[in-house]
């Protein structure tokens, strides 16, 4: 297992070759024990040229097959340079720079940034959420008033879903943070999502939108009224998930500018999992989304 890195040179010196790549994939997704991307309970015999055969299929394979890497004509060691530079950028990077930064067309660096952003959506980050829970919503889409005069759409500044799309946000202090775009702010909608999000013996905090009036039926509900200027009363307060839509909306102006409502979701998975993974080493952070590898992403699935 590689040691710990602290710069992308550090990086490519942790592994010098195509094989070392290999072979810490290899690592992570089986430890010693390979199966079968066809048939996990099947026989699997060691082949040459890094490839295994299933025996109740007769398929062969290797480590990249039904993961994000699957038919990559990029070699692994840009795709573990690129990891660790998106994964380490605290607002991310765009496809532009990163195309730049490890030799590839944009359109390659679009196509992968949206793989590795498939993997940041990691399983460990979506159990429910416990103790205190900050619940609050924003709206991505850019505000009016800052629009020119023949952009500009009546009717859509506050809760207006014409021109912006809303996201549910529930942080768990000093634990982990759940994003999810919704159509709308309505209770119907937004009250399944945190019920199935955060334990019912959770201490819930919110503001006083009328969404969440039902909230203490299932949970001990505290809440603040921003309306009158009220941020904090005593413990309860959303300060906590207030700063990481503040992070949120930088990072998508500043690196960004803007994202399309179908691959909002994705945007916002990225920007949870630094915040999830803010505690980690930089070699933990690179891990973690190595090793939840599995799963393909086709550039006909990422643009229909």
């Known amino acids: 297992m590689i040691g710990e890195f602290k710069s992308i040179l550090d990086l490519v010196k942790a592994f010098p070759t195509e094989q070392d790549c290999i072979n810490h994939l290899e690592r992570l997704r089986w430890n010693g024990t390979v199966v079968s991307p066809f048939d996990e309970n099947s026989k699997v015999y060691n082949c040459s040229g890094n490839r295994y055969k299933c025996k109740n299929t007769g398929k062969y394979f290797n480590v990249k097959v039904g993961t994000i890497f699957e038919d990559t004509k990029i070699p692994l060691i840009k795709w573990f340079m690129a ?6 950028h605290k607002k991310g990077i765009s496809s532009h720079q990163l195309a730049k930064d490890i030799d590839v067309t944009q359109k390659t660096a679009w196509f992968l940034l949206h793989r590795l952003r498939y993997a940041f959506d990691h399983p460990d980050f979506k159990q429910a959420l416990e103790d205190t829970v900050e619940v609050d919503e924003t709206y991505i889409g850019g505000q009016e008033k800052n629009k020119h005069e023949w952009k500009k759409v009546e009717g859509t500044q506050g809760r207006s879903t014409k021109t912006k799309k809303p996201v549910l946000g529930m942080l768990q202090r000093g634990g982990f943070i759940i994003t999810q775009v919704v159509p709308d702010t309505k209770q119907a909608t937004i009250e399944p999502v945190i019920e199935s999000s955060v334990k019912c013996n959770a201490v819930v905090m919110t503001d006083e939108w009328k969404a969440y009036d039902k909230l203490n039926q299932k949970f001990n509900h505290e809440r603040v009224n921003h309306g009158t200027k009220q941020f904090v009363n005593g413990m309860a307060h959303t300060n ?33 999992y630094r915040y999830n993974t803010r505690k980690y080493t930089t070699s933990q952070r690179f891990n973690v989304a190595l090793g939840n ?9 990422l643009i229909s």
Request: no cysteine; charged share 20%.
């Open 83 to 88: 990891l660790y530079i998106f994964s380490s």
């Open 240 to 272: 906590g998930v207030e700063n990481f839509w503040s992070h949120l909306k930088r990072g998508i102006d500043g690196i960004y500018h803007w994202v399309s409502v179908g691959h909002l979701q994705s945007y916002v998975d990225e920007f949870a």
């Open 293 to 301: 590898m599995t799963g393909r992403l086709t550039y006909k699935e």
